[in-house]
């Protein structure tokens, strides 16, 4: 079992940044590839970002490439979204999430889901 608590959300102007954190009880962190999504109202989950279990591979939707930056830290139990150049259309409840391995993290299919913390980018 791993419960997963998200934190860092905000309101930020367009161009601004936010880091999301994302904390995961549970000793076999490092076994799962962990990934984010975000979802607003009336829309389905889109993937974010996703990074391997090791940290050496990580996946981006094109929609945020080059301005996301996904890592993890094994030995705290972690894994940041660093979000840049935000854009307003970037507004959504951003979820944490734990898979198996990155290519189910990228086709959506998590074990494990936090609760979401709310982003906001105004124009």
């Known amino acids: 079992q791993v419960q997963l608590v998200e934190a860092g959300g905000g309101l930020v102007q367009a161009g601004g940044s936010l880091r999301l954190s994302c904390a995961a009880s549970?000793?076999?962190?490092?076994?799962?590839?962990m990934g984010w999504f975000r979802q607003t109202l009336g829309k389905e989950r889109e993937f974010v970002a996703v990074v391997s279990g090791g940290g050496l591979s990580t996946v981006y939707a094109d929609s945020v490439k080059g301005r996301f930056t996904i890592s993890r830290d094994n030995a705290k139990n972690t894994v940041a979204l660093q979000m840049n150049s935000l854009k307003p259309e970037d507004t959504a409840i951003y979820y944490c999430a734990a898979g198996s391995a990155v290519r189910t993290i990228v086709a959506g299919a998590g074990d494990y889901w936090g609760q979401g913390t709310q982003v906001t980018v105004s124009s």
């Open positions: 549970g000793r076999t962190f490092s076994s799962y590839a």
